[in-house]
């Protein structure tokens, strides 16, 4: 329901910061860019892993260069599930099909996209995998209707390739960690509880950065959204994680789920 509600707060003169997933269909979610952009009003998505504080760190030594280029990368979220922090529990509407349209490609497929895209600082252009139910079961004992683990392969407009792990069921502690693979060494982001960033240079030099904390289900940190989002009204700045941003982001899910339903690898339109 985010794309009729966006676009009638929008049409009211209203600003609106919708939560990610933007949209169930690319048709929704450029109608909500273009209500925006009719109402001359902001419309900013939720997608708050591009603030988290290591990714942040991240951003700046990739942009340093001391990296150099980026070649591969790999990265994961991974978590036991809705169930154990929906309100509705093992009846949460994140199981029921008629309520939600995507599973946990929806969940945490789109946060990672769109943070991989903002450290890349690339779009993604070919996208493929497998998204299937494994073991998530509704009150009836049978299958939920929706995904519960995916593992994608993706490529980015100047050759990088990479794997996104995403899984519902995750049966231990919460995962989110990327590794980049770079020209003069390695980025590791989440794998380690003390140090968030840790930089392995290829003549052996190793930096640990303690920053601040990811957010998890379990300890929920400020994500800085709503901040962002008052902070862009205050200054009459459009936001940076605005609707255009949503939409790259949710084509990559869309397409994996498209590629996936056809068995195949599919350039992303």
């Known amino acids: 329901m985010h794309a009729p509600q966006s676009i009638d707060a929008l049409k009211a003169g209203k600003h609106v910061l919708c939560e990610k997933p933007m949209a169930t269909t690319r048709l929704e979610a450029k109608k909500m860019m273009d209500a925006a952009k009719k109402a001359k009003k902001y419309l900013m998505i939720g997608l708050n892993q591009r ?3 290591p990714h942040v760190r991240a951003k700046e030594i990739l942009a340093s260069g001391k990296l150099g280029k980026v070649l591969a990368f790999r990265t994961a979220f991974k978590h036991p599930g809705p169930e154990g922090w929906s309100v509705d529990g ?3 509407w994140f199981f029921s099909k008629g309520s939600a349209f995507m599973g946990v490609t929806g969940d ?3 946060h990672k996209a769109d943070l991989m895209r903002w450290l890349l600082g690339q779009e993604f252009t070919e996208v493929g995998g497998f998204i299937s139910t494994l073991d998530k079961k509704g009150p009836d004992g049978k299958l939920i209707p929706l995904d519960d683990n995916a593992y994608l392969t993706l490529k980015t407009s100047k050759g990088i390739i990479g794997s996104m792990i995403l899984s519902w069921t995750n049966y231990g502690a919460e995962e989110n960690y990327t590794v980049l693979y770079c020209e003069k060494g390695v980025l590791t982001l989440g794998t380690d509880p003390e140090y968030g960033v840790i930089v392995d240079y290829r003549n052996g030099e190793r930096e640990l ?3 601040g904390e990811m957010s998890t289900n379990l300890k929920q940190v400020a994500s800085g959204i709503i ?4 902070d862009a009204i205050r200054r009459k700045k459009a936001p940076e ?3 255009f941003e949503g939409y790259q982001s949710l084509n990559v899910i869309l397409t994996a789920m498209d590629a996936a ?3 195949k690898t599919l350039k992303i339109k």
């Not at 901040?227 to 008052?230: Q, V």
């Open 227 to 230: 901040d962002s989002f008052t």
């Open 241 to 243: 994680i605005d609707g």
């Open 261 to 263: 339903r056809q068995g």
């Open 108 to 110: 945490l497929g789109v």
């Open 209 to 211: 950065h303690k920053v």
């Open 90 to 92: 093992a009846k949460s």
């Open 51 to 53: 603030l988290m504080p």
